[in-house]
DNA sequence: GAAAAATGTGGAAACGGTTTTACATGTTTC
DNA sequence: GAAACATGTAAAACCGTTTCCACATTTTTC
């Protein structure tokens, strides 16, 4: 493959020359540009990105790990991301940890010696103390000490899930969702939030304090028996809000197949707002995130990093997404 | 950053006896080699992968070109072409066209200049002449001349779908899908081959030709009242089979919308075998794509691609999955 | 016990660019 | 006519590695 000496030579000019032209600066006469162009298409001279951004300290490259590009949310965020940075001139290099502490540890080391211009972070793990500081570091959803972060107002979710069920006249509500309160070392996550938001106006309505339950969601493979279970335990619930759209569909599925028919004797409001593609029945009522607007979020942040500014938190809204099962 | 000269002049030896301790090549004296991974740990050194792949002239990067990590199956295929790459030490590099030529001509562009190991190609536009055959392109379900390829057994798919609808009683069967016929530049894709495994099979059982519909589907935006003219225009239609789940899902509504029931009036059969998570209605019946296969497939062929050896095509099977609807 | 082989080490070139420095022209300006 | 400035080029230094080669030391072989 030619490099930039091997223009130089066939135009008969120096590879400083070549450089200037090549990345439109400093003094290059009008011939000279044009003979060096010409040359460049001749031999088919493309400049090696890796060489280049050796000197120039940054490669365009962010890397986004999150658990699995297949969950709906996910992978609508990773498209938002890829998207907006694209505009950017970023390329971006995807990171599946599979919630797997260990998977997430290497691809951090990985990353580090890559010299990735960011890494944006999506995960639940308790992983503060492999995360070296001094990498340019972005979390959703997640407060790490020092790392700047987007995240949706997952509060205000909370909040909003309350009301409607209120409004929709429940009077025993509950939440299902596992939000990493059960770790060895508990971590406040954002997504902790959603079920605080609906706890707190429930509360404030005087409404009866509602059920918590929490369940291993696992590798985002559901287990329905486990909802079954909640479910009978708990007769008297009339409205549940559930950690995310996906749950919320397990759900829905158990009340039926149990008899319960919603929303006429239980109300469900998932999280998320999926935008099913392959959904033949209900959709579901939910609070929904905007993938746009985080990724637009999480842009800017990156932008930030690069002009070594200083890094604000931004906090997403969400909004109330209308469905037929609430 | 502390690199490689500042450990060699901190242990007291060359770069190159540095060098040889982070690869593990050549010979080292166990205590010149304990006192350069002390100093490596004490500066905490990690290797600039950029330089390294200068020298390499490889970077283990691989990038995937797809219309949209959003549209399930493709998303799911990204997730285990990533689990797979990952195990051998490659990452990948995710690239959205939207099905968009011109994204896809600069992503082309952009992933030259990155030297990288390999791009994997999932397209559907005709852009033969913009690829350089220097590149290490893989191509999934589609041929570019002097490109190898992975792709699903597509023809067998056909087939499978009109054995079932045959055995299922139909008679007046119909194919829904826009495999890009009606571009001025028509090309033979693999998609197509699921129509005329079809289309032959039918033939052959001697039953009337079936009716071959193609629309425009867009940015995965589809069109309910296209599909709604489709429908009402050939009410004898008993029996559908379409290009994907997407599309069988929105036949499916359309023709439940206009009193049709399924599969009692109508058998619908879609393709790509949709593991839909937020689904409350019916399964769809359909022909399934293994990723997981087709994952290990291009990573045999990346694989082969390093090895410098000769890269065969592949073809992986697909499967019938039993649903609701057919 | 000398030659041959194995082991151990460092300097320098190469990878393909960017940036800096030094210098050579040509054009104004006073 | 010399100083100041603008325009352009060549050569060298640098980025952080790997690799080749030369050389030194130790061990094995006959």
Redesign the interface.
């Known amino acids: 493959?030619p490099n930039i000496k091997d223009v130089a030579k066939k135009a008969g000019v120096g590879i400083a020359t070549v450089s200037r032209v090549i990345n439109d600066s400093g003094y290059v006469k009008k011939e000279t540009r044009e003979k060096i162009e010409k040359v460049i298409k001749e031999i088919s001279y493309?400049?090696?990105?890796?060489?280049r951004?050796?000197t120039r300290q940054r490669?365009d490259?962010v890397a986004f790990i999150l658990p699995?590009?297949?969950?709906?949310f996910f992978?609508?965020l990773?498209?938002f991301v890829?998207?907006e940075l694209?505009k950017y001139g970023y390329?971006?290099?995807?990171?599946?940890s599979?919630e797997k502490i260990e998977?997430e540890i290497v691809y951090l080391?990985?990353l580090?010696?890559?010299?990735v211009d960011a890494v944006i972070l999506l995960t639940n793990n308790d992983i503060d103390q492999y995360l070296d500081k001094k990498l340019p570091l972005l979390s959703f959803d997640r407060r790490f000490d020092g790392v700047p972060f987007v995240a949706s107002d997952n509060y205000e979710g909370g909040v909003l899930a309350a009301k409607r069920l209120i409004e929709q006249g429940c009077k025993k509500m509950m939440f299902i969702g596992d939000d990493a309160q059960g770790d060895s070392t508990p971590v406040m996550t954002e997504v902790t939030k959603r079920r605080l938001g609906f706890l707190d106006y429930i509360k404030e309505k005087g409404y009866p304090e509602m059920i918590n339950i929490e369940y291993p969601l696992g590798d985002?493979i559901h287990i329905p028996e486990n909802i079954h279970k909640i479910i009978n335990e708990h007769p008297e619930i009339d409205g549940i809000f559930t950690i995310s759209?996906?749950v919320a569909?397990d759900v829905?599925?158990e009340l039926e197949n149990n008899g319960r028919r919603v929303p006429e004797d239980v109300k469900v409001i998932g999280f998320d707002g999926?935008r099913?593609?392959?959904?033949?029945?209900?959709k579901?009522t939910s609070i929904g995130q905007s993938p746009k607007l985080i990724a637009e979020a999480i842009r800017r942040s990156i932008i930030n990093f690069y002009k070594k500014e200083e890094i604000e938190n931004q906090i997403i809204p969400v909004y109330f997404q209308e469905g037929e099962t609430a």
Not at 91 to 96: A, Q
């Open positions: 493959m493309v400049p090696n990105e890796i060489a951004s050796m490669n490259i699995n590009s297949t969950h709906l992978g609508e990773l498209y890829e998207e694209y390329k971006v290099m995807i990171c599946n599979s998977k080391d990985m580090k010696n890559n010299r985002y759209d996906a569909c829905i599925k999926g099913s593609f392959l959904n033949l029945g209900k579901i």
